[in-house]
C-alpha cells in the first residue's frame, strides 16, 4: 500500500511506520516540522497544501495523525484546538474524497464524560467535558459524515518513546531517575494505558480486515494514575527505596477538566475474537526493562 502519514514526527506514528516499513509499504511522511529527514513540511490546517500533496502522491491511505494533544492549551487557546483537531482532520477527509482514498483517524477516550461506571466501549454515546475531546469529537462526525471507508480509532493514555514522551509515565519515570525517595499521583481519575508499540502491532491487523468503522485500541485492564506510579517504582528496581502517595486531584488544579474515568474496552476486537492487545501491567514492565539504562 502507498501511504501517506500526517504527524510522522510524533511517538506514536513513529511506530507506526516501523511495522510499515517492515510490511514493505510505501510512505509518504509529513509533519508540521520536518524533525527529521524523509519528512515533509505540511500544515494540514492548510487546505491547498494537503490537497496538492494528496493528488501528486495518489495514496492508498491516509494515516491521520497530527493533531493538538496538549489538553490544557486546547482548553485556553480553543480557536487553535479546533483549527488543528477539527478543520486539519475536514481537510484530510476533503483530500481522500477528491483523490479517492480511504482513512485512520486516530481519536481519544476524551470523547466522553468520564460518568460511565464501566469502560467505555465503541457504542457508547460520547460527551466531552473539555475543548480537547470536543474538537476531537467534531473531527471524528466529519470522518464519518463524509466518507464511507474510514477507520477511527481511539486510544487511550499514550505511552511510548521513552525520552521523547511527555505524558504521566516518563515524568514519573523521571522524578525516579533524578533520584526523588517519594513521589505523588492521583488516585481519583481512572483509565486504559495505550502503549504505542503495541497499538502499531494491532493497528493493522484492523486495518487489514476492511470491515472499517470505529474502534478502541487499549491496552488490556484499567487503572488510576497512582496504580501506574507504584508499578513504575516496582519495574524500576525501587519498590523498598521509594514511597507513592495518593493525592486527590484537586490537589493539582489545571486549566481543563478532566473526566473522572477515561476507561475504554476494545469491545468491537472481542466481539471479532481479535482483541490482541497486551494488559497494562506487562507493557510497561517490558517498556521499562527495555529502556531504564537509557
Not at 96 to 120: A, E, H, I, Q, W
Request: aromatic share 10%.
Amino acid at each position: 500500500m502507498k501511504i501517506l502519514l500526517t504527524g510522522a514526527s510524533g511517538m506514536l506514528a513513529a511506530e507506526v511506520i516501523s511495522v510499515l516499513e517492515k510490511r514493505g509499504d510505501t510512505l509518504i511522511k509529513t509533519d508540521l516540522r520536518q524533525g527529521s529527514s524523509g519528512i515533509e513540511s505540511l500544515d494540514v490546517a492548510n487546505l491547498s497544501a494537503v490537497l496538492e500533496l494528496a493528488e501528486g502522491n495518489q495514496p492508498d491511505y491516509i494515516f491521520h495523525f497530527a493533531a493538538e494533544t496538549n489538553v490544557d492549551l486546547c482548553q485556553t487557546d480553543p480557536d487553535h484546538a479546533f483549527r488543528v483537531n477539527t478543520i486539519g482532520t475536514e481537510n484530510v477527509v476533503l483530500a481522500c474524497k477528491k483523490t479517492g482514498c480511504r482513512m485512520l483517524y486516530v481519536s481519544t477516550g476524551n470523547v466522553f464524560d468520564g460518568s460511565k461506571p464501566s469502560p467505555y466501549i465503541e457504542f457508547d454515546k460520547p460527551n466531552p467535558i473539555n475543548i480537547y475531546g470536543e474538537s476531537k469529537l467534531q473531527a471524528e462526525l466529519i470522518v464519518k459524515n463524509l466518507l464511507s471507508e474510514y477507520f477511527i480509532v481511539r486510544a487511550g493514555w499514550m505511552t511510548g518513546g521513552w525520552r521523547i514522551d511527555k505524558k504521566f509515565v516518563y515524568k514519573i519515570i523521571q522524578q525516579l531517575k533524578e533520584g526523588k525517595d517519594h513521589i505523588t499521583a492521583v488516585n481519583d481519575k481512572f483509565g486504559s494505558l495505550t502503549f504505542t508499540g503495541d497499538f502499531a502491532v494491532n493497528l493493522m491487523n484492523i486495518i487489514d480486515t476492511k470491515r472499517y468503522g470505529t474502534y478502541h485500541l487499549v491496552n488490556k485492564g484499567t487503572c488510576s494514575r497512582y496504580d501506574i506510579a507504584v508499578k513504575i517504582v516496582e519495574f524500576m528496581g525501587l519498590k523498598n527505596k521509594v514511597n507513592v502517595l495518593p493525592v486527590d486531584s484537586k490537589k493539582f488544579p489545571l486549566p481543563a477538566p478532566r473526566a473522572r474515568s477515561e476507561m475504554m474496552r476494545n469491545y468491537k476486537l472481542d466481539l471479532l475474537g481479535m482483541n490482541s492487545m497486551p494488559f497494562w501491567e506487562e507493557s510497561l514492565e517490558k517498556y521499562i526493562k527495555l529502556n531504564k539504562d537509557k
